[in-house]
Nanobody
Framework: QVQLVESGGGLVQAGGSLRLYCAGS????????MGWFRQAPGKQRESVAG???????NYADSVKGRFTISRDNAKNTVYLQMNSLKPEDTAVYYC???????????????WGKGTLVTVSS
């Protein structure tokens, strides 16, 4: 089993920045891909950004150029630097992981409980 714990969410004004953290533990050696997902009220969960253990990244079009995902394999931690935040970025952000190479929501095997990001206008 793999446990994922997110932190770093909060309230920020539009145009501001936040950095999210996801710490992994347990059978983390089995993990290849880690990613960030978000779910706004009344909407489906969507992919935000993902990264493989080799450093290959993937971003949703809506966050390209504003968000950066990174990973420290030695610390089993993945980060999401979010800049130029917009009110539409408001959502619960989840960290997830799988042993494969897919970045999709359905491919993820393990999920954290989420951290709330609120962007005020």
């Amino acid at each position: 089993q793999v446990q994922l714990v997110e932190s770093g969410g909060g309230l920020v004004q539009a145009g501001g920045s936040l950095r999210l953290y996801c710490a992994g533990s347990g059978s983390i050696f089995s993990i290849n891909t880690m990613g960030w997902f978000r779910q706004a009220p009344g909407k489906q969960r969507e992919s935000v950004a993902g990264i493989t253990s080799g450093g290959r990244t993937n971003y949703a079009d809506s966050v390209k150029g504003r968000f950066t995902i990174s990973r420290d394999n030695a610390k089993n931690t993945v980060y999401l630097q979010m800049n130029s935040l917009k009110p539409e970025d408001t959502a619960v952000y989840y960290c997830a992981a799988n042993s494969g190479r897919s970045f999709s929501v359905k491919s993820m095997d393990y999920w954290g409980k989420g951290t709330l990001v609120t962007v005020s206008s």
